[in-house]
């Protein structure tokens, strides 16, 4: 059964940072694409950041390019978020989500395949 399991969100001011970190178990994790998505209350779920399946290639949302960084450790079978500089409206829920596809839409959550349960994350200004 594979498991997503998101943690490292909390309360921090504007201007700080937070490293998300998302575990996974039950894939090979070393073959999946990974992204992470965020959903601010009553807002839809966006896309934030995605790493390729050794690293390589990363994308960002423009919203958070240069203040967050994906990253991934294929050993621990873990995937990263480091965010700066955080704002009021980088507060919301952070998913990370996992495909076995080729992922023609990095942005679009019909790509991927598991999420894990989010973490909540709060900017206070």
């Known amino acids: 059964q594979v498991q997503l399991v998101e943690s490292g969100g909390g309360l921090v001011q504007a201007g700080g940072s937070l490293r998300l970190s998302c575990a996974a178990s039950?894939?090979?994790?070393?073959?999946?694409?990974m992204s992470w998505f965020r959903q601010a209350p009553g807002k839809e779920r966006e896309f934030v950041a995605a790493?390729?399946?050794?690293?390589?290639?990363?994308y960002y949302a423009d919203s958070v390019k240069v203040r967050f960084t994906i990253s991934r450790d294929n050993t621990k079978n873990t995937v990263y978020l480091q965010m700066f500089s955080l704002q009021p409206e980088d507060t919301a829920v952070y998913y990370c989500?996992?495909?076995?596809?080729?992922?023609?839409?990095?942005?679009?959550?019909?790509?991927?395949?598991?999420w894990g349960q989010g973490t909540p994350v709060t900017v206070s200004s």
């Open positions: 989500a996992a495909s076995s596809r080729v992922v023609a839409d990095k942005t679009a959550l019909r790509e991927y395949n598991h």
């Open positions: 039950g894939l090979t994790f070393s073959t999946y694409f």
């Open positions: 790493i390729s399946w050794s690293g390589i290639s990363t």
